[in-house]
């Protein structure tokens, strides 16, 4: 950014005057909301919009496509339904930056006709709606990463994975927010301010696709984009209870983003989807693979779509095999992130075609150790030049990951070769216990019916309250290791059941913060969810996997707005 005379609160000012100008441009207007908001505000959206409206924007993604691929509904009607619903989810959460109604109504019409002359949609995705995650670029379209200072930063072109996309048929109309250095596992900004969970307004959404998943927890969207370096599809996609997937690096093309570092490949951030559904996930993933994006961006693998037919397989004879992490050894999760590991292992033990076994953590305080130092290597400089540039005060969770993490040094040439083998040396450790986690030995010896996925937390509790997820672990050891990993809502926080373990005596300090942040009341409606995380490159075996689990266990057994 050029360098101004305007404070940090005027350009935050102008932001936030921008984007209530693109929701001031939705016709019929939204709706103001009441002025003493209960916590939980997800049942408001039925009360303030229409009959239709609240049957468009709760209806699956996949259950969209087909009444706009046989022209049962316009696009034009969905989307102006999904504007809707997006502007109220704001006015609930603060989780847009910017509604796109004009071109978002003039692509919709544009579907319509094409439908009305040829009776038939334009590609897979006709006419459905998705949201996208700011830092990933539209042509001409402000591209901040969460800094002030980058306030007027522009894409240059829209990002390759939001022309695939386009191409596909879907309508871009709403573009959410993100933390200040794109590196909390939760969503404030100077810009913008906090986004909030709406299952629970005195809790996160998650970060840093946190706008993502309160916009799709509130059903103002039923897919939408978000990316991944520690944890950030997953953590807004669990404690919105929604599916969040992060697939294996250099499946999903990533041009066209912005953020700090952008060049490092010592710790690869994906993009991936956060959906109401996981045929959403599905949808995302197998259209984006079916466009060949490596053809176009060479660090993509020419890896297509497996139809691995798993369930088939299941039938005639093999066994899905289950490893469960009940705990890293690091941070214990609070006792509704227990419970529903233990409701979902119990059903899991009912089905004869599944084996469950216990995963047993290898090193995974070890684990942080090496991504921590390899996140920032440059010493945070590009951070701190970002947010020092403008003035604006760095946020809690920027402060605790940067400024307050032993890890962070301006690494020489050596001493990034040598976290780099770090990593290496430690991804063979754990593909050596992820081999001797089997259940009986092959004819010569080798290990046989290994585990063939990981029941894991996605997080050391539900939702935490604002400026406290300081622990990443559960999610950031899958990013170390490159391993493909699908959240899934299963319950909800009930505060009647989920008492605390008294007199538990906490492993070390991280655990003693965690195990201090539970309050049951504090976390009453907060969605419960868990991943299951597959071998890298396996990403699926990891969606059929879950897809079996699904059909057997009836999951999710209390989710959703």
Not at 4 to 14: F, G, I, K, L, Y
Not at 309 to 315: C, K, N, Q
Not at 392 to 416: A, C, D, G, H, M
Not at 503 to 509: I, S, V
């Amino acid at each position: 950014m050029a360098k101004s005379n305007r404070s940090w609160q005027e350009v935050a000012a102008t932001a936030q005057e921008l984007r209530d100008n693109s929701i001031s441009r939705i016709y019929p207007p939204v709706p103001d909301v009441p002025q003493d908001l209960a916590k939980n505000v997800t049942g408001i959206p039925k009360q303030l919009l229409t009959t239709d409206e609240v049957l468009i924007t709760e209806t699956a993604p996949e259950e969209l496509i087909t009444a706009l691929a046989s022209g049962k509904i316009s696009s034009t009607v969905v989307i102006n339904a999904f504007l809707r619903r997006a502007g109220l989810a704001q006015k609930l959460t603060n989780c847009i930056i910017e509604l796109l109604p004009e071109e978002a109504l003039s692509r919709a019409k544009f579907l319509d006709d094409y439908y009305s002359e040829h009776k038939s949609p334009i590609g897979p995705l006709h006419g459905l709606p998705i949201s996208v995650k700011e830092h990933i670029g539209m042509k001409g379209k402000g591209l901040n990463g969460g800094f002030v200072s980058w306030w007027d930063h522009k894409g240059e072109e829209d990002a390759h994975v939001l022309r695939i996309l386009w191409r596909a048929g879907c309508v871009f109309y709403a573009r959410t927010t993100e933390p200040q250095t794109l590196m909390h596992l939760e969503t404030s900004n100077n810009l913008y301010g906090i986004t909030v969970n709406p299952f629970n307004r005195d809790l996160t959404s998650g970060g840093s696709s946190g706008g993502e998943g309160a916009l799709i927890g509130l059903r103002g969207s039923c897919l939408g984009i978000g990316s991944d370096i520690g944890g950030s599809i997953r953590s807004p996609a669990a404690n919105c209870g929604l599916y969040g997937f992060r697939p294996t690096s250099y499946r999903v093309p990533v041009k066209g983003w912005t953020g700090t570092m952008l060049s490092e490949e010592q710790i690869v951030a994906v993009i991936g989807p956060i959906s109401t559904s996981l045929e959403g996930i599905k949808l995302f993933l197998k259209t984006v693979v079916a466009a060949k994006p490596w053809l176009v961006e060479p660090s993509c693998l020419p890896l297509p779509w497996k139809n691995l037919e798993l369930e088939h397989l299941i039938g005639q004879g093999k066994k899905l095999r289950v490893g469960v992490l009940w705990s890293d050894d690091v941070v214990k999760p609070h006792p509704p992130i227990m419970r529903a590991l233990k409701e979902v292992v119990d059903k899991l033990k009912d089905v004869n075609a599944i084996e469950v076994t216990d995963w047993k953590p290898y090193k995974h305080d070890e684990a942080w150790e090496i991504i921590a130092s390899l996140y920032f290597a440059d010493g945070a400089k590009e951070e701190t030049d970002a947010i020092n540039a403008s003035g604006e005060p760095w946020r809690p969770l920027s402060k605790f990951i940067i400024q307050e993490n032993p890890y962070v040094k301006t690494l020489s040439i050596p001493e990034l070769w040598h976290w780099t083998g770090r990593r290496e040396e430690y991804r063979g450790r754990y593909a050596e216990v992820w081999n001797r986690t089997a259940t009986r030995t092959g004819p010569n010896g080798e290990p046989a019916d290994m585990v063939d996925v990981i029941l894991a937390p996605v997080g050391p509790g539900a939702a935490p309250p604002l400026d406290s997820s300081k622990y990443w672990g559960y999610t950031s050891q899958w990013n170390l290791l490159d391993y493909p990993a699908l959240v899934f809502p299963v319950s909800k926080v009930d505060p009647d059941v989920d008492k605390v373990e008294e007199g538990y005596k906490p492993m070390n300090e991280k655990d003693a913060f965690n195990h201090r942040l539970y309050e049951p009341e504090k976390y009453r409606s907060a969605p419960v969810s868990l991943q299951l995380i597959g071998r890298r490159y396996e990403d699926e075996k990891v969606i059929e996997a879950f897809e079996y689990i699904k059909s057997q266990t009836g999951l999710p057994f209390d989710s959703g707005t």
